[in-house]
């Protein structure tokens, strides 16, 4: 079973608002936790690197301020898009780990669509 | 700019023949190669990881690295309609920490 749980797996809002998406590790701790957006039939782009407890470390070109990272506990991250316009639609994906050694899980996705 | 460079395809290959699928690297501290496989709207699965130069198998997947040359393959024996996918190749300096993603390669496995 998934042991990377990410919600909600689709999400439409209007452009303007904000939206949350979380990501959950469900049977380990997750030191880290890493944030990827995906736009059709690209690669995945690493947006930032969350470590439990401290600020997230962004990619270069990646907002900040629009792309708001919380990392409070070791089995949750979340992903909050601020202020959204139609060109934040995309495919968002979380991916968590636990310590040195321990395998990458990739959560589901969260499809974005923003009207 | 590290970048992982894959052809895109569309790779056709027929059902139960050897598909192979190739990946070039350019950062050369990369010390973690990872082969994934990705369904149409779904999340990258892992299918293959390897570290060393030379071949490692895993039923019917075998990866293959040469660092000197920077690339690395994935090879998929006794091809399945079920393997067509987009395969990513994925690169990190250590660990599995910060993957850098190739392109992808969509693969069909034809009946």
């Known amino acids: 079973g998934a042991v990377v749980s990410q919600h909600p797996s689709r999400v439409i809002c209007k452009s303007g608002t904000s939206v949350k998406i979380e990501c959950r590790s469900l049977d380990f701790q997750a030191t880290t936790m890493f944030w990827y957006r995906q736009f059709p039939k690209k690669s995945l782009m690493l947006m930032a690197t969350?470590?439990?407890?401290?600020?997230?470390?962004?990619e270069q070109g990646v907002e900040k301020d629009k792309f708001l990272i919380n990392h409070a506990s070791l089995t949750l991250s979340t992903l909050t898009v601020t202020s959204a316009h139609p060109e934040d639609s995309s495919f968002y994906i979380c991916s968590a780990k636990g310590g040195a050694g321990s395998p990458l899980h990739f959560g589901n996705g969260t499809r974005l669509t923003v009207t | 700019q590290k970048e992982v460079e894959q052809n895109s395809g569309p790779l056709s290959v027929p059902e139960g023949a050897i598909a192979s699928l190739n990946c070039t690297y350019s950062d050369r501290v990369s010390q973690s190669f990872f082969w994934y496989r990705q369904y149409s709207g779904k999340s990258p699965e892992l299918i293959m990881s390897i570290y060393s130069n030379g071949d490692k198998e895993d039923g019917r997947f075998t990866a293959q690295l040469n660092k000197a040359s920077q690339y690395v393959s994935l090879l998929i024996r006794d091809s399945q309609p079920s393997d067509s996918a987009t395969y990513l190749c994925?690169?990190?300096?250590?660990?599995?920490?910060?993957?850098?993603f190739g392109t992808g390669t969509r693969l069909t496995i034809i009946p």
């Open positions: 994925a690169v990190a300096p250590f660990g599995n920490e910060k993957l850098t």
């Open positions: 969350s470590n439990e407890g401290s600020k997230a470390t962004y």
